[in-house]
């Protein structure tokens, strides 16, 4: 199940633990991405804290948690080649995997259809 935040940031959750990333919309609207910050492995993060940056040749941008957690993984594929975002950013192009806190925090969130809806009017 993958799910949106309003952050254009998704979450799709694998038993008690979640990966994270960018959207494609948020992507598109970046551009090609150059470098990503991505946050350290066993760092406490809270829902709607900073805990990314990404750049692009456009702008930079916070990456917003989508959910509470604990950051078990962070993707150092993408780190090493920040385009994985553009190209794949539901697949590759993920930036961290957290231990979930709260998996009702899930149902909080956009699903698919919900969040085209939203992407398209923001």
């Known amino acids: 199940m993958i ?12 038993g008690d633990s979640g990966v994270v990333g960018i959207t494609p919309h948020a992507q598109d609207t970046l551009g090609d991405i150059v470098f ?6 066993g760092k406490a993060i ?27 993984e962070v993707n150092e594929a993408l780190r090493a080649d920040p385009s994985l975002a553009n190209s794949d950013p539901l697949g ?23 969040y085209a809806m939203f992407s398209q009017n923001s």
């Open 3 to 14: 799910r949106f935040s309003d952050e254009h940031v998704w979450v799709r959750q694998e």
């Open 36 to 41: 990503v910050e991505l946050p350290a492995i």
């Open 46 to 72: 809270l829902q709607k804290e900073v805990a990314g940056v990404v750049e692009s040749v456009k702008a930079a941008a916070d990456v917003f948690a989508p959910v509470d957690g604990t950051v078990t």
């Open 92 to 114: 590759a192009g993920w930036f961290y995997k957290v231990k979930l806190d709260n998996t009702k925090q899930l149902q909080g969130l956009m699903d698919e259809a919900d």
